[in-house]
């Protein structure tokens, strides 16, 4: 027998950050990054802070904490380029780009 569920992208974002257990991701670290790939935002800059800030009602210091964070796990790195602007690991955007999320479940009978 085979269960299907749909999940809209913000499920599938937050399920498949979930799955890399060593970054061991806090409940705020994965809506900032799924409100960031549910809108196509790679980069973090001040127009991206903003946006983050009005849709997950964060101040800026709670949100710039948090983006810090992310940083010190490896999560965003750092544009040598620009200042204060950071991009997705491309590790991550990778697995992102797999597109496919698989479960698989055994029952046993046992009593």
Do not use: A
Request: proline letters at 1%; hydrophobic letters at 35%.
């Amino acid at each position: 027998m085979i269960f299907q569920r749909k999940l809209d992208k913000k499920e599938y974002y937050k399920e498949l950050l979930s799955l890399l257990t060593f970054f061991k991701f806090s409940e705020f670290e994965l809506d900032i990054l799924t409100t960031m790939l549910c809108n196509n935002m790679t980069e973090v800059n001040i127009d991206t802070r903003e946006y983050i800030r009005k849709i997950l009602n964060k101040d800026k210091y709670i949100t710039n904490n948090y983006v810090k964070r992310l940083r010190l796990k490896g999560v965003l790195l750092d544009r040598t380029d620009l200042n204060r602007v950071y991009y997705i690991n491309p590790t991550i955007m990778e697995i992102i780009k797999e597109g496919k999320l698989t479960f698989e479940f055994s029952i046993n009978d046992h009593n």
